[in-house]
């Protein structure tokens, strides 16, 4: 027998909302400060879905060097003789937003969509209770599990109701039967 996620929660006492974040994390693995931007370049370029590398220090966070920003500088005129051998802290976002392992999906998308424009959509930095990094949460992740929430959400209010509605019907008949 399959159980529903309305069982679920009810056992649990949370809602898919209120739940932690930390399972939505991808524990990519971070890079130094020193690193050469030269170097950051080249794992950007030999992996397409990597978005953004966390950079951490002694295990905690302190920026996120995303994959559009790094190219952008990379491309502008003299941007890679510029830049190449730099250290990567020079073209990294030194107050990323940083998100402990226990904050709910609903806290986690409304901290994301309220950024400046410039950064609505790069990645969270994911950290325990301690501030150790852990791993990265893309913002398109959060989004995407968010409507499954709300499409979960809907879907049982929707058989909620129809079992509201079944109960009703049956209540109604119960009632004729023993007035007959």
Known sequence: METSSLTLRTKLGISLAERPIRALASPRPPIAPGELVRTVAER?????????????????????????????????????EVFARRPVLRLA?????????????????????????????????????????????????????????????????????ARAVELEKTDALRAHSWRT
């Open 44 to 80: 950007f370029f030999a992996d397409d879905e990597l978005e953004a590398l966390a950079i951490v220090e002694e295990e905690r966070p302190i920026g996120v060097v995303t994959r559009a920003r790094l190219l952008l500088t990379l491309a502008r005129n003299f941007g890679y």
């Open 93 to 161: 976002d030194l107050s990323p937003l940083v998100v402990s392992e226990e904050t709910s999906l609903v806290e986690a998308v409304s901290r994301a969509l309220n950024r400046p424009p410039a950064c609505v959509y790069d990645d969270a930095i994911v950290v325990d209770e301690n501030g150790r990094y852990l791993g990265l949460l893309p913002v398109r992740r959060l989004v995407l599990e968010q409507g499954f929430v709300l499409a979960s959400s809907l879907a049982e209010r929707e058989a909620a109701l």
